[in-house]
Structure formats: structure tokens, C-alpha cells
């Protein structure tokens, strides 16, 4: 793919994204959670699988929703 070909995928997947994160936005006020990155599951981190684990266990609500 070339820079130009990069740019309109990214113009067109623009709107999409920034519904999403309207939505993500909603979700987490209605259910007074913070808004977080989740961690990432990383191979070399033995500690990351739990991290990314609780994570998802305290947002379990609003990730089902989404």
C-alpha cells in the first residue's frame, strides 16, 4: 500500500473511529468507570497475562456492551 492509498483508508475509517470512542466514552460514564488503556498481553513480561486479566475483569460490564 502506498502513502497515498494509506491516507484515504485512513480518511475513510475516520468517522468509524471517532464513533466508537463516542460510545466507549458513554459506556464508561454510565458505569462511572475511568476511562484506561487495557494492558497488552507481551510475551516477555511475565506479569502482563495477569495485568491484562484484571483489567478485564474490572471493566467485564463495559466490555460486554461494547
Not at 11 to 23: E, H, N
Request: proline share 5%; glycine share 4%.
Amino acid at each position: 500500500m502506498d502513502e497515498e492509498e494509506r491516507e484515504a483508508l485512513d480518511a475513510s475509517v475516520m468517522p468509524v473511529q471517532l464513533g466508537l470512542t463516542k460510545v466507549r466514552f458513554r459506556i464508561l460514564k454510565e458505569h462511572e468507570l475511568p476511562s484506561r488503556m487495557m494492558p497488552r498481553d507481551v510475551t516477555i513480561r511475565w506479569n502482563s497475562t495477569y495485568d491484562m486479566l484484571v483489567c478485564g475483569s474490572n471493566y467485564h460490564t463495559a466490555l460486554n456492551i461494547i
